[in-house]
């Protein structure tokens, strides 16, 4: 079945260092990747996406690049901001079968501090 | 901007006590969906519905559960007889259409469910 992986978290950063939270995933045929922000008291929002391998999905200066070799749709952005801070999920859902369900990894909470 | 609205944030209720949770999806939307996140787990998917019927549900979604679209603008999950293990913050999306590939789900902030 499908399934993600997340860097476990908690990761806490100093405002501006580089933010890496890593993302594998196991699924058949071609996917579509997610990352899902969920912000204190909020709803999952949708950061950014890539539906196909090789694409780069990039939204408020974070990016991530669908890897197929690697199975892998690592999270990053060069400079965080205390803004940043929430929990971070990455999903994926078939090409096949349902439509409608994502898979999701477990979340890392992210922390920056001024 | 549209947002999905859950009523309500938190409830707290004793093990054997029906729970209903209520959603409002985007009104536009024809798909919609609970999940639930166990603390400490993965979100997990429950239910999607379309057309006043459920499409699909998962493994978790067993007799005790069920969902309604009882008019025009909400869309609610009932446990008949909750458990311990129900405790989960309960999350509602919708989505537009079932474009293959991109299909974009907006989310509630979450019900807190706590059973005592």
């Known amino acids: 079945g499908n399934s993600v992986t997340q860097m ?3 990761v806490t950063l100093s405002e501006e260092a580089f933010l890496t939270i890593n993302c594998t995933y ?3 045929g071609y996917p579509s990747l997610f990352w899902y922000v969920q912000y204190p008291g909020e709803g999952l929002q949708l950061l950014l996406k890539a539906t196909k391998a090789d694409d780069k999905g990039s939204n408020k200066g974070f990016e991530a690049t669908y890897r197929k070799e690697t199975t892998s749709f690592h999270l990053e952005k060069g ?3 205390v803004s940043d801070s929430a929990v971070y999920f990455c999903a994926l ?3 096949g079968g349902s439509n409608y369900k994502l898979t999701f990894g477990k979340g890392t909470l992210l922390t ?3 | 901007e549209p947002e999905v609205t859950q009523t309500p944030s938190h409830q707290v209720t004793q093990m054997g006590q029906e729970v209903i949770l209520r959603c409002v999806p985007i009104s536009n ?4 969906y609970w999940y639930r996140q166990i ?3 993965k979100v997990e998917f429950l239910v999607s519905f379309y057309n006043n019927e459920i499409s699909e549900k998962s493994e978790i979604f067993d007799d005790q559960f069920s969902v309604e679209r009882p008019d025009g603008s909400n869309f609610t999950l009932k446990i008949r007889s909750t458990k311990l293990e129900d405790s989960a913050m309960y999350f509602c999306a919708s989505s537009e259409g079932r474009q293959s590939g991109a299909n974009v789900l907006t989310f509630g902030a979450g019900s807190r469910l706590t059973v005592l």
């Open chain 1, 79 to 81: 400079s965080v901001q």
């Open chain 2, 29 to 32: 939307h024809l798909y919609f």
């Open chain 1, 112 to 114: 920056v501090n001024p």
């Open chain 1, 26 to 28: 196991t699924a058949t």
């Open chain 1, 93 to 95: 859902r078939s090409s």
């Open chain 1, 8 to 10: 476990e978290g908690p």
């Open chain 2, 39 to 41: 603390l400490g787990q």
